[in-house]
T-cell receptor, first 113, second 115 residues
Framework: QKEVEQNSGPLSVPEGAIASLNCTYSDRGSQSFFWYRQYSGKSPELIMSIYSNGDKEDGRFTAQLNKASQYVSLLIRDSQPSDSATYLCAVTHSGAGSYQLTFGKGTKLSVIP | DAGITQSPRHKVTETGTPVTLRCHQT?????MYWYRQDPGHGLRLIHY???????DKGEVSDGYSVSRSKTEDFLLTLESATSSQTSVYFCAISELGTGGSQPQHFGDGTRLSIL
């Protein structure tokens, strides 16, 4: 059973602070990792992809990957109230089913003005 | 935005009735997926398709069937709906990218209530 674990939260941070979201996964052969943002009542929206160890930055978002520790994180700098949402970590399957994703249950982020 | 249209967007029906949800894409992507999302369970894969007439079961396939007769359409059918199938259903699409990367893009969802 491929598993992706996230703290459910809620994670509350003040406006302007750094929000740190974490995810661990069980499938050691996973190669691709994604972060989705989901506003209440809306569909998941892809915000970051990362495929190799290290950091990847896109605007206020930084994804970090450590395959040896089976750990992926998302940092949101200068958090804004509009960042308040549930963040889903998704990981590809290894092997023949590599186009499939396993999703974590999500971390709910609340940015306090 | 990825060209994915789900229909209907909302549906209320009774236990025991058949229900069909439609996912239509304009991206010509090979892979299509049906998920359900429930509180406490997150997104769970119901069925997926890796080409026309090529489908397979996901994690929670019991009580559901799918069909894909052309690239752009993926249908999800509940043959005899039960209250436990009340959920929000999402369709997603993806295509093989460089190095096998496969981000999925989601439709707006169908909110299904079974009374």
């Amino acid at each position: 059973q491929k598993e992706v674990e996230q703290n459910s939260g809620p994670l509350s941070v003040p406006e302007g602070a750094i929000a740190s979201l974490n995810c661990t996964y069980s499938d050691r052969g996973s190669q691709s990792f994604f972060w989705y943002r989901q506003y209440s009542g809306k569909s998941p929206e892809l915000i970051m992809s990362i495929y190799s160890n290290g950091d990847k930055e896109d605007g206020r978002f930084t994804a970090q990957l450590n395959k040896a520790s089976q750990y992926v994180s998302l940092l949101i700098r200068d958090s804004q109230p509009s960042d308040s949402a549930t963040y889903l970590c998704a990981v590809t399957h290894s092997g023949a089913g590599s186009y499939q994703l396993t999703f974590g249950k999500g971390t709910k982020l609340s940015v306090i003005p | 935005d990825a060209g994915i249209t789900q229909s209907p967007r909302h549906k209320v029906t009774e236990t025991g009735t058949p229900v069909t949800l439609r996912c239509h894409q304009t991206e010509n992507h090979r892979y299509m997926y049906w998920y359900r999302q429930d509180p406490g369970h997150g997104l769970r894969l119901i069925h997926y398709s890796y080409g026309v007439k090529d489908t397979d079961k996901g994690e929670v396939s019991d009580g559901y069937s799918v069909s894909r007769s052309k690239t752009e359409d993926f249908l999800l059918t509940l043959e005899s709906a039960t209250s436990s199938q009340t959920s929000v259903y999402f369709c997603a699409i993806s295509e093989l990218g460089t190095g096998g990367s496969q981000p999925q893009h989601f439709g707006d969802g169908t909110r299904l209530s079974i009374l």
